[in-house]
């Protein structure tokens, strides 16, 4: 009880080991006949006002991660808490609080806005089904938002087809920041956006959390994206966290192989910052048939036998505080 | 001598769509080369125009509502808006072949993958039915997949999404084609599958002596990978120089918007530069140069709101569509506009 007074002041939201597997089913009888690991052992805090980023490739886990999160999928195992409650054992009630504190941005604006409701109704739902706000008091809270975020008011009565895509995801945040959440989930948040119109929504997203204190859950697959929004990086590969740093030490001095390998393989427009590509064959592994030991050793230039028996502790191998990685091979002074 | 070099030349090509709502202008007016064993590549945003001007090349703008209403694509000496559909059929996938974004939409899911490359490889080569089978599978082996017999008798969705992407890779040059264009080729994969993508690519045109038309938004890969470049913005190329060149130094204010808004490894700024507004759609193009509500130097610029500039050599083999280019305006312009607006600083 006492240990978790502790949490309670220190981190908004705490994971640990936590493990969402779906089941495979065959057959006429529908058999479980095994799991697929999408989250396998996942474990990070976030602190209130700070932005965590989880990358990693297609398929590794992290949409999942979020969607656990809000309880969207079950979790096989592990523990969540978010401020003070335990979400995974949350009752009804609970479970509505905690979700009205954490919201979601979504990658594809266009799909995550109901066609036929106008803006003012997308962006009003919330406050008028959970806070019970209605009439002309609904329609200025939505106006204000809608400013918030770099729309006019008078968008209130347009629908979602008549917006571009940054305009759209503005619109996504907007109903997003309705409740006043305290923890943003925003899941691939600009990877759909044209460039010049991601530096936008990079910016909107920083600036919004200055105004309101915002902590945000950051996920994505572009490093030099999560570089710039984030203050602490966790690097996902087939469901688990490989490593984890605060992002000047993660992007200074990269000690997983996989995180280098991603590193290298980033193209980029300043030739100065072309290093020799650490060229990383083959693909990621079948998630229904996880490679032994460590996940990563079937495309580690550095695997040797122990590699592909046992998995690698999740431990400090830097001077640096916080800095976690799991690999054997892994050396920083 | 510069034909020689010239793998494809498209002259002035206007692509117009006729909708109900209007008169889209998807592509209006564009020319430029793409050199024998080089790479060419456009960056542009949504709705530019770069995938109309791939797809009017191969002749596949879906008529009605689209048409190329100008311009010609010379191709080794013809021009192939001439062609009728039976000789188009002899170039399309033969002599210029395409990759495109989303391999799992380009692959048919009911056939097997060496299936397909056997149909190309019979339509245009006339080669037997066993002799194309193993022509399959030694394209897939070179396009690194392993195991490429048993690869071949799969079918599409038991692969991965690089996987795919090698298979249409394989399909495009297996007729050892002049010209491929590349259209997003690797946005949908991950960086270290695209990295390798990209790698295949190379070496094949290294190979084949192949042309490679690149079209992407990631400006990375146009820097690593481009040996020429466009910048298109709405439907026309603002500004076209050589790799090196370019990224040293852009000269448009829309390209120098695109390079210093990107997010970058090695800085931390406290906020990304950005470019106001959001690109314009077709139907409701802006007067004037069609970046001038966007451009910080044009916008309240009465030239840049009324006359559109036309794509000008500035020198160093750069061409740049902005009035505000240095060694942009001639003499007489500048009188001219001075006279009209008063002297600028």
Redesign the interface.
């Known amino acids: 009880m006492n240990q978790n007074m502790e949490n309670a002041n220190n981190y908004l939201l705490r994971v640990d080991d936590l493990k969402t597997y779906f089941a495979i089913k065959k057959g006429l009888l529908r058999r479980t006949v095994g799991f697929v690991k999408a989250v396998d052992g996942v474990s990070f805090r976030i602190c209130p006002g700070q932005t965590l980023g989880l990358v990693g490739e297609s398929g590794c886990g992290k949409t999942t991660v979020a969607r656990t999160i809000v309880r969207l999928v079950p979790a096989t195992s592990g523990r969540i808490v978010f401020e003070d409650t335990d979400v995974l054992s949350a009752d009804k009630s609970q479970l509505r609080k905690v979700r009205r504190n954490i919201s979601l941005i979504f990658q594809d604006p266009a799909g995550s806005l109901n066609p036929r409701m106008t803006v003012g109704n997308i962006v009003g739902d919330p406050l008028r089904v959970l806070e019970k706000i209605t009439g002309s008091e609904l329609a200025d809270r939505v106006a204000i938002l809608l400013t918030k975020v770099g729309l006019a008011a008078d968008h209130i009565n347009r629908y979602p087809h008549e917006f571009s895509g940054g305009q759209r995801q503005r619109i996504g945040i907007a109903r997003a920041l309705a409740l006043e959440p305290k923890l943003v989930i925003c899941d691939e948040p600009v990877s759909a956006l044209d460039v010049s119109i991601q530096s936008q929504i990079l910016n909107l997203l920083k600036d919004l959390q200055e105004e309101f204190g915002l902590t945000y859950l950051f996920i994505a697959h572009d490093l030099a994206v999560v570089k710039f929004s984030c203050d602490v990086v966790a690097v996902m590969y087939m469901g688990k966290i490989v490593e984890q740093a605060d992002d000047k030490e993660l992007y200074g001095n990269p000690l997983h192989p996989y995180t280098r390998a991603l590193m290298s393989a980033i193209p980029h427009v300043d030739p100065s910052l072309r290093g020799k590509r650490t060229a990383l064959g083959g693909e990621v592994p079948s998630a229904f048939e996880p490679p032994k030991g460590c996940p990563f050793h079937t495309r580690c230039p550095l695997a040797e036998a122990k590699c592909s028996e046992q998995m690698p502790p999740f431990e400090k191998k830097s001077d640096h505080q916080d800095h976690f990685v799991a690999c054997w091979k892994a050396n920083g002074k | 001598m510069d034909d020689n070099n010239t793998a494809l030349a498209v002259e002035n090509l206007a692509t117009y769509f006729f909708l109900e709502e209007g008169v889209a202008k998807a592509v209006d007016g564009i020319s430029f080369k793409v050199k024998k064993g080089r790479t060419f590549a456009r960056v542009g945003?949504?709705g530019c125009g770069k995938s109309v001007t791939a797809l009017s090349i191969m002749r596949l703008i879906p008529d009605p509502p689209g048409r190329i209403v100008a311009g010609k694509i010379v191709f080794d000496g013809t021009d192939l808006l001439v062609l009728d559909e039976k000789q188009m059929r002899h170039v399309r996938g033969n002599k210029i072949a395409m990759i495109f974004q989303e391999p799992m939409t380009s692959l048919n899911p009911v056939y097997t993958v060496g299936s397909q490359i056997v149909e190309a490889v019979k339509l245009h080569q006339g080669k037997s039915d066993s002799k194309a089978w193993s022509d399959a599978v030694r394209m897939l082996e070179r396009v690194g997949i392993a195991d490429p017999a048993r690869r071949a008798r799969e079918y599409p969705h038991q692969m991965?999404?690089?996987?795919r992407q090698r298979v249409m890779i394989a399909m495009a040059v297996s007729c050892k084609p002049d010209v491929l264009i590349a259209d997003e080729p690797t946005t949908a994969l991950?960086?270290?599958?695209?990295?390798?993508i990209?790698?295949l690519l190379d070496e094949l045109q290294a190979q084949n002596n192949m042309s490679i038309l690149l079209i992407t938004?990631?400006?990375?890969?146009v820097?690593?990978?481009g040996d020429d470049i466009a910048v298109m913005y709405a439907s026309k190329i603002v500004e076209k120089a050589e790799s090196g060149p370019f990224?040293a130094e852009p000269v448009h204010p829309y390209s120098q918007?695109?390079?210093k808004?990107?997010?970058?490894?090695?800085l931390?700024?406290?906020?990304?530069?950005?470019?106001a507004g959001?690109?314009p759609e077709p139907l409701h193009f802006p007067t004037g140069c069609k970046f001038h509500p966007r451009c910080s130097t044009g916008r309240n610029d009465k030239r840049c709101q009324t006359t559109e500039p036309q794509l000008r050599n500035v020198g160093h083999g750069r061409q740049v569509a902005c009035w505000h280019a240095p060694g942009y305006e001639t003499n007489e312009e500048r009188a001219e506009y001075e006279s009209k607006y008063g002297k600028r600083q």
Do not use: C, W, Y
Not at chain 2, 160 to 163: L, Q
Not at chain 2, 217 to 221: I, P, S, T
Not at chain 2, 261 to 266: A, G, H, R, T, Y
Not at chain 2, 268 to 275: E, H
């Open positions: 945003e949504s991965s999404g690089g996987m991950d960086v270290t599958i695209q990295a390798q990209l790698d938004h990631d400006l990375g890969v820097a690593e990978r990224f918007g695109l390079l808004s990107l997010p970058q490894l090695n931390s700024p406290k906020r990304l530069s950005t470019i959001t690109v």
